[in-house]
């Protein structure tokens, strides 16, 4: 299997997370599910970062918006409104990043709270560039080919190969969005 290493991915979002609220305060998380591999690895891989690299940041109750924007802006909304101490919310998907953005929004507090996404969508682009949303991380869909291609070549020949092949991530942010390496793995 060639797929991003979701745990290393979101790591390097806790990583951003942890610089820009400046390793102190209330983080929320949105995550899509809690059965799939895909959102135990991007929880663990953020709550694992904050608990080891940014103790100093008190991280909520992780939350669960099925990856549903309207759901995943009432869950932000109440995560604000019960937590007016708030100053990140990390949104493990495009849909809970984009609900949390709009949650966000609906309370008034852009600018106030750090949004950090996963994926990308003409909505999370729209708010990189804007400087609403700080930033996210993306999968690597060319390296998956790419990685898909080399895998297969390697085992006609008889190699054996690992179970699984990491296909990389990036973190982009307002600085980066239109570099091409990172413009290439965009999605709208």
Not at 95 to 114: D, N, P, Q, R
Not at 126 to 139: E, H, L, P
Not at 151 to 162: C, D, Q, R, W
Request: glycine share 14%; with cysteine; hydrophobic share 40%.
């Amino acid at each position: 299997t060639v797929a991003t290493d979701n745990k290393a991915a979101s790591a390097e979002a806790g990583k951003h997370m942890c610089e820009l609220v400046g390793g102190s305060g209330t983080v929320g998380v949105i995550v899509h599910d809690q059965t799939s591999v895909t959102g135990q690895d991007r929880r663990d891989g953020f709550l694992d970062f904050m608990k080891s690299d940014c103790a100093g940041v008190n991280v909520l109750e992780v939350q669960y918006g099925g990856g549903d924007q309207a759901k995943s802006a009432d869950i932000a909304k109440s995560m604000i409104a019960a937590n007016p101490d708030i100053k990140g919310i990390f949104g493990a998907n495009e849909g809970s990043a984009v609900g949390a953005l709009k949650g966000i929004e609906e309370s008034g507090k852009v600018g106030a709270i750090v949004l950090i996404g996963f994926d990308s969508g003409a909505a999370q682009i729209n708010a990189i560039k804007s400087g609403v949303m700080a930033g996210a991380v993306t999968q690597d869909p060319i390296g998956m080919g790419a990685g898909v291609v080399s895998a297969a070549v390697k085992a006609i020949n008889g190699e054996t190969l690992p179970a699984q092949i990491p296909s990389g991530y990036m973190w982009f942010d307002k600085t980066n969005i239109d570099d091409p390496e990172i413009a290439a793995v965009l999605y709208e």
